[in-house]
């Protein structure tokens, strides 16, 4: 739904939020809050969902270093749910761009 990229959205971090997600709706409607850069995701969904959200973070890197905000050696914090669907967002980790 957005929602968790639109609460990070409200402490205005100086660092720029990717919001991933396979609903265009969504990645319009993300586009009206401060600091927000949503990408479409239309890829498949794949089985295992640690794995798919495992793709959406690398989608979202890749296009970092491509526009040239993220660089190889950056961390990053990917904060993601424990399950498909809205209010399932709970977990938060620190990794490293590759």
């Not at 990408?39 to 798919?52: A, C, E, K, R, T």
Request: glycine share 8%.
């Amino acid at each position: 739904t957005g929602r968790s990229a639109h609460a990070l959205s409200r402490f205005r971090p100086r660092c720029p939020i990717i919001a991933v997600s396979r609903n265009s709706k969504t990645s319009r409607q993300t586009h009206l809050h401060r600091g927000i850069l949503p990408l479409y995701y239309g890829h498949d969904i794949q089985s295992d969902w640690l794995q798919d959200i495992d793709a959406r973070v690398q989608f979202a890197i890749e296009y970092g270093k491509r526009r040239l905000f993220i660089r190889t050696g950056d961390s990053i914090i990917v904060v993601t749910g424990w399950r498909k669907g809205a209010g399932s967002t709970n977990t938060m980790r620190i990794i490293t761009a590759e």
